[in-house]
């Protein structure tokens, strides 16, 4: 069973910078697309970016480009994926939640199965 663990999220003002992470753990992860989504209540998971295994395909949704970059570090033993997070706006709240699937650098949820409990970022003045 593969387990994903974020974390990082906080209370960031705007124009403010946070980076999130995701460590895996409980079988390889090495050949999966990493990805991150996130959610606000009530609402759809929405994709932010995906990162396939040799990092050499990266997609971003049309609201982070620019702002937002993923990278993500290989081991024999676990993966870590990073969001870095560059001039927060009120609308980036939501909880990010780290996903592993088998696609390439996919942006549908359904693509994706396994999922991280998610991390709260708030961004507030």
């Known amino acids: 069973q593969g387990q994903l663990l974020e974390s990082g999220g906080a209370l960031v003002q705007p124009g403010g910078s946070l980076k999130l992470s995701c460590v895996t753990s409980?079988?390889?992860?090495?050949?999966?697309?990493m990805a991150w989504f996130r959610q606000d209540p009530g609402k759809e998971r929405e994709f932010v970016a995906s990162i396939i295994w040799s990092s050499l395909t990266k997609r971003y949704s049309d609201s982070v480009k620019g702002r937002f970059a993923i990278s993500r570090d290989n081991t024999e033993t676990s993966v870590t994926v990073y969001l870095q997070m560059n001039d927060l706006k009120t609308d980036d709240t939501s909880v990010y939640y780290c996903a592993a699937g088998r696609s390439t650098a996919s942006t549908e949820e359904s693509d994706y199965t396994y999922w991280g409990q998610g991390t709260q970022v708030t961004v507030a003045s």
């Open positions: 409980g079988r390889s992860f090495i050949t999966h697309t």
